[in-house]
């Protein structure tokens, strides 16, 4: 199983980034999955989830979307109205046997 992400990077405060997690090696249509963050200092936290429903951690309700394209084995993360608190290392994970993970990218943003 290997998910590569994608999509990261420096904004300032208000803008919009999409990250992208693309799986191989792993039933994509019928996994649950996710995106965690990890801000320097801190544990790394629950943003989104998909499975049947979704969820947001309340921080980021309103302004993230998760998503997913079974076709391209895709998971996705768009994110508006940037804050700075949302910086942090951003991981997508997949459940199927185990929890996987991917590699991380980094989401930095600028007052």
């Known amino acids: 199983v290997q998910l590569v992400q994608s999509g990261g990077g420096l904004v300032q405060a208000g803008d919009s980034l999409r990250l992208s997690c693309v799986a191989s090696g792993i039933i994509f249509s019928t996994s649950e999955m996710g995106w965690y963050r990890e801000a320097q200092g801190e544990e790394r936290e629950l943003v989104a989830w998909i499975s049947v429903g979704i969820y947001y951690d309340h921080l980021v309700k309103g302004r993230f979307t998760i998503s997913r394209d079974n076709a391209k084995s895709t998971l996705y993360l768009q994110m508006n109205d940037l804050k700075v608190e949302d910086t942090a290392m951003y991981y997508c994970?997949?459940?199927?046997?185990?929890?996987?993970w991917g590699q991380g990218t980094q989401v930095t943003v600028s007052s």
């Open positions: 994970r997949i459940d199927g046997d185990r929890p996987y």
